[in-house]
């Protein structure tokens, strides 16, 4: 029997407005309520920088973040062509999705139910077999975030540069050098820290400056500015 576990990396329920956004270099599907009662399901495609939206209180607002790499079999489209925009999913598979959102909104008070038809519905989408490249993909996720270069890794995957990145920026959404980038400053961002330079130290930067102007690029301000919680407020 299928299961999404494969494919998400996590399944989170706000119950307070979300006002910090760090860069993500997965795809995100967005079950909301709106105050007004509509329900629907947004597609949030890999972010490249920050963003800090206008809190929104949402009645119901459940993300499902779907695994690096694993975007196009459940969506059908490019993970590039999702990048940095937000999509009613209805665009990418038609009127299901709309009948999908009603739905939804009839399960506001049980929204564990809701997670569950939103899963099936994602379920009976995938193809009965995969592409080969998306072993590669998931494997070179793995080592680029865990620090291995995008030759290296290339190297021990048996491909060349230039086919790696090409396979993973489409099944991806980013290159392979910006979502190793991405993936150390979240890594700062999830970290408890004693210092600036250990850290930096910590997280594969070679030194502290090198975190600071490669944190103030993705987040758009500084490590210790981020710390202090003064950070700017965008639109959503």
């Known amino acids: 029997m299928r299961t999404l576990e494969p494919w998400l990396d996590g399944i989170s329920r706000a119950d307070e407005p979300v006002t910090v956004l760090p860069p993500d270099p997965a795809t995100t599907l967005l079950w909301r309520v709106t105050p007004a009662g509509v329900s629907d399901v947004l597609v949030i ?37 999702l990048t ?20 939804l909104g009839l399960l506001r008070d049980q929204p564990q139910r ?4 939103l899963g099936d519905y994602l379920l009976e989408r995938l193809p009965e077999h995969l592409p080969t490249r998306y072993e590669l993909v998931g494997a070179a996720v793995q080592e680029l975030a865990g620090g291995t270069s995008t030759s290296d890794t290339a190297d021990r995957l048996g491909v060349s540069e230039r086919y790696l990145r ?30 600036w330079s250990v850290t930096a130290a910590e997280t594969g930067y070679a030194d502290q400056s090198h975190l600071i102007a490669d944190f103030r690029s993705l987040m758009g301000v500084t490590p210790a500015a981020f710390a202090a919680g003064r950070v700017p407020v965008t639109a959503c």
């Not at 009613?88 to 009603?102: F, H, I, K, V």
């Open 45 to 81: 495609g890999p972010r490249t920088k920050a963003s800090y939206p206008v809190p929104k209180f949402l009645p119901v607002c459940v993300r499902l973040r779907v695994r690096p790499g694993r975007a196009t079999a459940l969506l059908g489209v490019a993970a590039d062509e």
């Open 84 to 103: 940095d925009q937000v999509i009613p999913l209805a665009e990418l598979t038609g009127p299901s999705a709309d009948r999908l959102g009603e739905r």
């Open 114 to 117: 809701g997670i569950d038809v």
């Open 166 to 195: 090409r396979v993973f920026r489409q099944a991806v959404g980013v290159s392979p050098k910006h979502f190793a980038r991405i993936s150390r400053v979240r890594d700062v961002i999830g970290r408890q820290r004693s210092s």
